[in-house]
């Protein structure tokens, strides 16, 4: 039972870059999350979905898109990356009712 | 729109109670409070969450005053491996959750 994975750990990208942020977890949570924190920073959602096959915004979601095909498995996708777009990224699921559970980050640097 | 109020930071001695409060004025009624602490940089890890009533778990104990309008976390005898950022936080909306900035704990030898 690994709980959420996150890959990749660490990337840098060049502005204009596209890349995916996997999410994956083993619990068969409803819920997924994508969140941001920045130095400082508490964390601010980006997206989430409430089950498969569903995703909504959170509160920064410009310049992300997200997809669940698959109730294990939570994309984030940076299309055209910018260095406003550097931070440390957290995944996390749960379940109806429970506390989240978090991925260990993604450290991603645009340059 | 529920959101949370904490302190940015405190300190406490090692082998001290160390007491996080937590404003959560807007707090429905029916909302849990969670509290979750973030070590480095490292995922945030779930401590406890309530209701109404105190909790207490192996980790932490949870003090909710009784108009919900605010909590405490207690860590009874803190230890230097607490040092972390604690974070009190209450749902926003069907699904979202407000993480805030949190409270940097340090514990000093």
């Known amino acids: 039972n690994a709980g959420v994975t996150q890959t990749p750990k660490f990337r840098v990208l060049k502005t204009g870059q596209s890349m995916t942020l996997l999410c994956a977890q083993d619990?068969?949570?409803?819920?997924m999350y994508w969140y941001r924190q920045d130095p400082g920073m508490g964390l601010r959602l980006i997206h989430y979905?409430?089950?498969?096959?569903?995703?909504a915004k959170g509160e920064v979601p410009d310049g992300y898109n997200v997809s669940r095909l698959k109730k294990q498995n939570f994309l984030l996708g940076l299309e055209s990356a910018a260095p406003s777009q550097t931070s440390v990224y957290f995944c996390a699921s749960r379940t109806i009712g429970a506390f989240h559970t978090f991925g260990s980050g993604t450290r991603l640097t645009v340059v | 729109d529920a959101k949370t109020t904490q302190p940015p930071s405190m300190d406490c001695a090692e082998g001290r109670a160390a007491n996080l409060p937590c404003n959560h004025s807007?707090?429905?009624?029916?909302?849990?409070v969670y509290w979750y602490r973030q070590i480095h940089s490292q995922g945030p890890q779930y401590i406890i969450h309530?209701?109404?009533n105190n909790e207490t778990n192996e980790m932490a104990s949870l003090i909710i005053t009784e108009d919900r309008k605010s909590s405490t976390l207690i860590l009874p005898h803190a230890t230097l491996r607490d040092t972390a950022v604690y974070y009190c936080?209450?749902?926003?909306?069907?699904?979202?959750?407000?993480f805030g900035t949190g409270t940097s704990l340090t514990v000093i030898p």
């Open positions: 309530g209701l109404k």
């Open positions: 936080i209450v749902r926003v909306g069907s699904s979202q959750f407000y």
């Open positions: 979905s409430v089950g498969e096959g569903t995703t």
């Open positions: 619990m068969n949570h409803e819920y």
């Open positions: 807007t707090i429905s009624g029916n909302e849990y």
